[in-house]
């Protein structure tokens, strides 16, 4: 069946470490993959994303990374920063595009 | 910036009664969805929309809920009889295109509470 699950439930690192969140799928099939964000009281924020075919891909301070032969995901954010306390969740795309399935979710807290 | 807005932000109601929740999505966007997210818990897909018509539903998304697009900006969700596990955050999301092309915004979200 279809699943995402995220390896370690809370991420303590400190202001100007760099952070790795990590995920795991289940779906072989899956070609899509996404990085939210969510901050407390808010709705789930793009990050980035990352198709099948691509091994590596990165943004501004981000950088995500696919391992299909073990199916596993990470997320990567270079210097991390307060702002970036959240709820990080990995998320596969199914359904023809038309669903995401989110993974359980890791708290990323940013000690100063 | 233009974002997807929901309201209530926050809604009590007795088990039994009929809630609507509502969104107001980005206004280019074709693709429409309900999620809902139990407190500590992963956001989980309920409906998507599109067309008019739904395109695909979870097996939460059962009889009790139903969707609708009753002008060209609202877009609603609607649960019949509410039961004490429908208590969740419920986010609408919009999107120009399939999720492969076109982002997915999200809303803030409405809370629910079923007493």
């Known amino acids: 069946g279809e699943s995402v699950g995220l390896h370690l439930p809370t991420l303590s690192v400190q202001e100007g470490d760099n952070s790795i969140i990590n995920c795991a799928y289940s779906n072989s099939a899956s070609d899509y993959f996404i990085w939210y964000k969510q901050e407390s009281g808010k709705g789930p924020q793009f990050i980035i994303d990352i198709r099948s075919n691509m091994d590596k891909r990165q943004g501004q301070r981000v950088t995500v990374l696919l391992n299909k032969t073990v199916k596993h995901l990470s997320l990567q954010i270079a210097a991390t920063q307060p702002g970036d306390s959240a709820v990080y969740f990995c998320?596969?795309?199914?359904?023809?595009?038309?669903?995401?399935?989110f993974g359980t979710g890791t708290q990323l807290k940013v000690e100063l | 910036e233009p974002e997807v807005t929901q309201t209530p932000s926050h809604q009590v109601t007795q088990m039994g009664q009929e809630v609507i929740l509502r969104c107001v999505p980005i206004s280019n966007h074709l693709y429409f969805y309900w999620y809902r997210q139990i407190l500590g818990q992963k956001v989980e897909f309920l409906v998507s929309f599109y067309n008019n018509e739904i395109s695909e539903k979870s097996e939460i998304f059962d009889d009790q809920f139903s969707v609708e697009r009753p002008d060209g900006s609202n877009f609603t969700l609607k649960i019949r009889s509410t039961k004490l596990e429908d208590s969740a955050m419920y986010f609408c999301a919009s999107s120009w295109a399939l999720a492969y092309t076109g982002e997915l915004f999200f809303g803030e979200g409405s809370r629910l509470t079923v007493l």
């Open positions: 998320a596969e795309v199914t359904g023809g595009g038309n669903k995401l399935t």
